[in-house]
């Protein structure tokens, strides 16, 4: 991760401390049933079956700390869970502190690209919307999968290449915006997140044709939706304050480290880390893949 990019999300959680915290814990929300259904689970039930056996669970760049708490609800109260970050494990501490869910979870500040062995073995490792602001990401997932034990299983989710002119117009904003102080880069993507707004307003619905040259899947969207699919990222969740929206698109736009990826190279990296994959799932914006030593 370049100092630009440390620096950009350094001042994201600085000034966003709690941010999507109760909703990513907010049962039935757009968020948690996001990360649970990427992963492969249909409900809390199977989450908490799959944690079941999990002596030791480790959140690979926690940031503040919410999916750490997530874990950490569904775990056995034995579980032991570790979070790393190269930015932000105290404040993940103090978030999991006010919300009484700290109880044997420890913090640690770490670079997934360093020296990781004194953190022990885990039986599983989650680590999603994270590789892609690293600069090796694949170096990276070999790291982390010296740590797994001989049962254990790495869970990582990172953007997937999107259709021409939504890339066009992400690399457009974020070459504009990605050396701006925060808070310059903060208003202007407090415009962007207006827009977002305006479009969600319009409760309508549209069906579109395929097109591929433009990438353009067949099928129904949402107004908002079709836009942020194809032409832009405006985030826009109305369970959401103003200000987390727009923290959300600023950390889409300002990173200058924010790589995309197929799910044919996300195979080849499983591959040459001697992984067995036995979960992936593909959306509009990333890519989930979990596996487990060979």
């Given at each position: 991760m370049r100092d630009s990019t440390i620096d950009t999300f350094k001042e994201k959680w600085e000034n966003n401390r709690q941010l999507?915290?109760?909703?990513?814990?907010?049962?039935?929300?757009?968020?948690?049933?996001?990360?649970?259904?990427?992963?492969?689970?249909?409900?809390?039930?199977?989450?908490?079956?799959?944690?079941?056996?999990?002596?030791?669970?480790?959140?690979?760049?926690?940031?503040?700390?919410?999916?750490?708490?997530l874990l950490k609800r569904y775990a056995p109260t034995t579980t032991e869970i570790v979070g790393i970050d190269l930015i932000s494990p105290d404040i993940a501490r103090k978030n999991l502190e006010a919300f009484h869910l700290s109880d044997?979870?420890?913090?640690?500040?770490?670079?997934?690209?360093?020296?990781?062995?004194?953190?022990?073995?885990?039986?599983?490792?989650?680590?999603?919307?994270?590789?892609?602001?690293?600069?090796?990401?694949?170096?990276?997932?070999?790291?982390?999968?010296?740590?797994?034990?001989?049962?254990?299983?790495?869970?990582?989710?990172?953007?997937?290449?999107?259709?021409?002119?939504?890339?066009?117009?992400?690399?457009?904003?974020?070459?504009?915006?990605?050396?701006?102080?925060?808070?310059?880069?903060?208003?202007?993507?407090?415009?962007?997140?207006?827009?977002?707004?305006?479009?969600?307003?319009?409760?309508?619905?549209?069906?579109?044709?395929?097109?591929?040259?433009?990438?353009?899947?067949?099928?129904?969207y949402d107004l908002q939706r079709f836009v942020y699919h194809f032409f832009m990222k405006c985030f826009w969740n109305p369970n959401l304050s103003f200000q987390e929206n727009t923290a959300i698109n600023y950390d889409w736009y300002h990173p200058q480290i924010a790589t995309r990826h197929t799910l044919e190279e996300v195979r080849e990296w499983f591959i040459h880390t001697k992984l067995k994959i036995i979960h992936e799932k593909v959306d509009f914006y990333g890519i989930t893949v979990r596996g487990k030593l060979v």
């Open positions: 999507a915290f109760k909703e990513t814990l907010r049962e039935g929300s757009d968020i948690f049933s996001w990360i649970l259904g990427r992963n492969g689970f249909a409900s809390t039930a199977e989450l908490t079956e799959y944690l079941r056996n999990k002596r030791r669970v480790l959140d690979a760049g926690c940031g503040n700390g919410r999916v750490t708490a044997n979870v420890l913090f640690f500040e770490r670079d997934l690209l360093c020296d990781l062995s004194d953190l022990g073995k885990f039986d599983f490792i989650y680590c999603q919307e994270v590789l892609h602001h690293i600069s090796d990401p694949e170096e990276a997932l070999y790291n982390l999968c010296s740590l797994l034990s001989s049962e254990g299983e790495i869970a990582i989710y990172v953007y997937r290449k999107k259709a021409p002119v939504r890339e066009f117009v992400d690399d457009y904003v974020r070459n504009k915006i990605s050396d701006l102080p925060y808070a310059k880069a903060f208003c202007i993507c407090h415009q962007i997140t207006e827009l977002g707004k305006v479009l969600s307003q319009y409760e309508i619905k549209i069906r579109v044709p395929k097109v591929d040259v433009l990438g353009i899947e067949e099928g129904e």
